[in-house]
């Protein structure tokens, strides 16, 4: 059974800083892209990162490139999300995601999902 644990959100002052991780287990996803998508109250979800199989290559939402950045452990199957100089609006549940490619932004496109982690900003 594919699991994949998210761990790292809280609250945060504007400007700060969080680590989001997220685990995968059940399988190797060595061959598969991870990402990240949020969810604010009232609104869709919205892709925010992706990367490659290889962690080489990644993709990233307008709103939060220069800010986020992310990586992955391929030995770990753990993918990582490193968030900079958040601000209110980053406030959402953040799911972990694996998918087919890295290219992909619509969530219909991953057909793996974590459970979520709350980020809360505070001005």
């Known amino acids: 059974q594919v699991q994949l644990v998210e761990s790292g959100g809280g609250l945060v002052q504007a400007g700060g800083s969080l680590r989001l991780s997220c685990e995968a287990s059940g399988r190797t996803f060595t061959n598969y892209a991870m990402g990240w998508f949020r969810q604010a109250p009232g609104l869709e979800r919205e892709f925010v990162a992706s990367?490659?199989?290889?962690?080489?290559?990644?993709n990233y939402a307008d709103p939060v490139k220069g800010r986020f950045t992310i990586s992955r452990d391929i030995a770990k199957n753990t993918q990582y999300l490193q968030m900079n100089d958040l601000k209110p609006e980053d406030t959402a549940v953040y799911y972990c995601?694996?998918?087919?490619?890295?290219?992909?932004?619509?969530?219909?496109?991953?057909?793996?999902w974590g459970q979520g982690t709350q980020v809360t900003v505070s001005s």
């Open positions: 995601v694996v998918g087919h490619t890295y290219v992909r932004t619509q969530p219909t496109e991953y057909p793996y």
């Open positions: 990367v490659n199989w290889s962690g080489n290559l990644k």
